[in-house]
Nanobody, 123 residues
Framework: HVQLVESGGGSVQPGGSLTLSCVAS????????LGWFRQAPGKEREGVAY????????TYEKTAQGRFIVTQDKDRNTVYLQMNNLKPDDTATYYC?????????????????WGRGTQVTVS
């Protein structure tokens, strides 16, 4: 079981940047997938980016392409979501999730370890 804690959320003006952190309790997360998701009020949760910790490859959803970047600090068991050129539509609670099992495509992984989320407000 991997425990995850997100941080780094806050309020920012349109066009601004924020970097979210996701700290994992164990390095086991690196065996599988780590996803970033978000949920806006009244909307369903949606995927943002899917990270392959072992290869450090990332697949981005269309809303994140060209603006968001996922990076990793293995020494700290931490994965970051750098968000640039933020828009009001990016306002949401952001979550990271882990599926420590290997997966060919992390976009369809069975994420069963979730953090509590961090709020991002763009206005």
């Amino acid at each position: 079981h991997v425990q995850l804690v997100e941080s780094g959320g806050g309020s920012v003006q349109p066009g601004g940047s924020l970097t979210l952190s996701c700290v994992a309790s164990t390095s086991a997360y690196r065996r599988g997938c780590l996803g970033w998701f978000r949920q806006a009020p009244g909307k369903e949760r949606e995927g943002v980016a899917y990270f392959y910790p072992n290869s450090e490859r990332t697949t981005y959803e269309k809303t994140a392409q060209g603006r968001f970047i996922v990076t990793q600090d293995k020494d700290r068991n931490t994965v970051y979501l750098q968000m640039n050129n933020l828009k009001p539509d990016d306002t949401a609670t952001y979550y990271c999730a882990s599926d420590p099992r290997r997966s060919v495509y992390c976009g369809s992984a069975s994420y069963d370890n979730w953090g509590r989320g961090t709020q991002v407000t763009v206005s």
